[in-house]
């Protein structure tokens, strides 16, 4: 019999909680943080957290129905020490009153595990953008190796930025991808991809300052070709090196319909196959740190509560893939 897991989701805007088995997701509940001014505020978005991780937690228990969770999991990281804190402590809490396995999940791994999960891949190359991460990750030998990733900020979160600076809210990508449908030109930016990384804080920035000169829908447009085409390119470079047939998007960059379309043409140029899950399980979901630490909890041992301190900078590279093949 494989467990039913209980997971909790909460490394930045998003808190929420997911309950599964091997092959269903038996109940998802979820409160966002939107902050009134301005970009996410850590403190402000845990303290949202705290306020609202009972009825989540509550919320999906009772939606599952009549169930028995036989584990524990939570986010541990990489995202926000005040957010990752709160979700670690009731997940501990919620561990040793109930006497159930603590599982402690990478977000990272989460967010791959899932779309293999629901977009039934086995081995993809994984181009994960959100507003803190963007990394391109391939599995190789028990670990999920990372091939490229951003040398300063996080794709989402230049976006974001730009978006602010041009007086939208937050978060502002799905703005930038709307206004973009109106440019007429393409204005040049600057492409920075040094070996297989790449870094955004440039573009950003000139990107700003070409609203001093340029329409907004034009400068919308050129930021998105610019910063896409960027991560294209390694993601691309990742397919070639690895040899892998199979791409998957996640994060929540990852619901843009231009970046989509980009990546299924470079994987139908290069003969592989594109793979996008439901926006659902794009963003930050429980139901990807559930599953996650299912397939943890049944390769590997439980956290021991001294070792479950949150991990602010976790990276995907540092966790043993006990769940798969060594290949
Ligand atoms: P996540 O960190 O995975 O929850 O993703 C949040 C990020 O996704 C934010 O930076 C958003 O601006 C970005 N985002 C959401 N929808 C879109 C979109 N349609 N185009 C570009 N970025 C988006
Ligand atoms: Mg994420």
Redesign the pocket.
Known sequence: MHPTILGIEGT???LSAGIVTKKKILAEATATYRPKTGGIHPREAAQHHAAHIASVISKAIDSAGDVHIDGIAFSQGPGMGPCLRTVATAARALSLSLDLPLIGVNHCVAHIEVGRWQCHVEDPVTLYV????SQVIAYRNGRYRIFGETLDI?I??A??KF?RHAGFSH????R??SEALDAKKYIPLPYVVKGMDFSFSGLTTAAKEALNKYSLADVCFSLQETAFAMIVEVTERAVAHTEKSDVLLA???G???R?REMLATMCKDRGARFHVPEKRF???NGVMIAYTGLLMLESSEPLEIEDSMVMPDYRPDQVEVTWRSLT
């Open positions: 930045a805007w998003n959100s507003g803190a991460n996080g989402g979160n976006l974001d978006a978060p502002g990508g799905p930038i991808e994060g929540g960059v619901a843009n319909m970046l794009m963003g930050d």
